[in-house]
């Protein structure tokens, strides 16, 4: 029953490869994010999508892309990874797009990249 | 434009004792504010927030904070801390207003580790 779920917990890969990482709310919220926290424990959000807009950070690398096949779910997709993407990185979703609404966040994937 | 300003990046305290973590914020509208925790290898857990009601919010497991508009400040308080504390703490600000959403919504501050001595 958790409310929001990602998978994998840890990933390990190598420079230059492609990897995903999934992520599934069942709060029925309508508004879901990404956020790469780095080594320093520094939390920055990376995108925010709703049925209507994605909203991308400017400094995020366009090797970087969200998809979203439904409303529960907002997958990571990462292309040609690098070291610097080593990172923990964290799903949210929140019930409206709202700035006072609460956000809801998943248990982090750490991603190594070797 | 936002910003979170956490004065301390550590902060120790002896099991019983009072906990007072510092957060200083600007905003361009006025703020919902949050604080969240993160025990180690775990995800974020909201502890309380702010979003222009009552000044004084009150948390989880004792925790409350105290909106402060003079001083742009929102600190974290708690009167007797318990070795379960012992966590990174996050004072986040949202300056978006409810018609909209956006990447720029919340910003994080650069979190406090909490220490609990015994």
């Known amino acids: 029953d958790t409310a929001v779920s990602q998978t994998p917990k840890y990933l390990v890969t190598q420079m230059g490869n492609d990897k995903s990482i999934k992520c599934e709310q069942n709060l029925g919220h309508d508004t879901m994010y990404w956020y790469k926290q780095d080594s320093k424990k520094f939390l920055k959000i990376m995108f925010s999508?709703?049925?209507?807009?994605?909203?991308i950070n400017e400094t995020v690398p366009n090797r970087f892309s969200p998809k979203s096949p439904d409303k529960a779910h907002l997958n990571l997709h990462i292309n040609s990874l690098e070291l610097g993407d080593s990172a923990v990185y964290f799903c949210?979703?929140?019930?409206?797009?709202?700035?006072?609404?609460?956000?809801?966040f998943g248990p982090g994937t750490r991603l190594t990249v070797l | 434009a936002q910003s979170v300003t956490q004065l301390d990046s550590h902060v120790s305290v002896s099991e019983g004792t009072p906990v007072l973590l510092r957060c200083n914020y600007s905003?361009?509208?006025?703020?919902?504010l949050f604080w969240y925790v993160q025990h180690p290898n775990k995800g974020l857990q909201l502890l309380l927030k702010?979003?222009?009601?009552?000044?004084l919010v009150k948390g989880i497991n004792g925790f409350e904070a105290e909106f402060k508009k003079s001083e742009t400040s929102f600190h974290l308080t708690k009167p007797s801390a318990h070795m379960s504390d012992a966590a990174e703490y996050f004072c986040v600000v949202s300056s978006r207003p409810y018609s909209g959403g956006g990447a720029d919504g919340l910003t994080f501050g650069k979190g406090t580790h909490l220490i609990i001595q015994p």
């Open positions: 999508y709703n049925n209507k807009e994605l909203i």
């Open positions: 905003s361009s509208y006025s703020p919902s």
């Open positions: 949210a979703s929140s019930e409206t797009s709202g700035g006072g609404d609460t956000q809801y």
């Open positions: 702010y979003t222009s009601a009552a000044t």
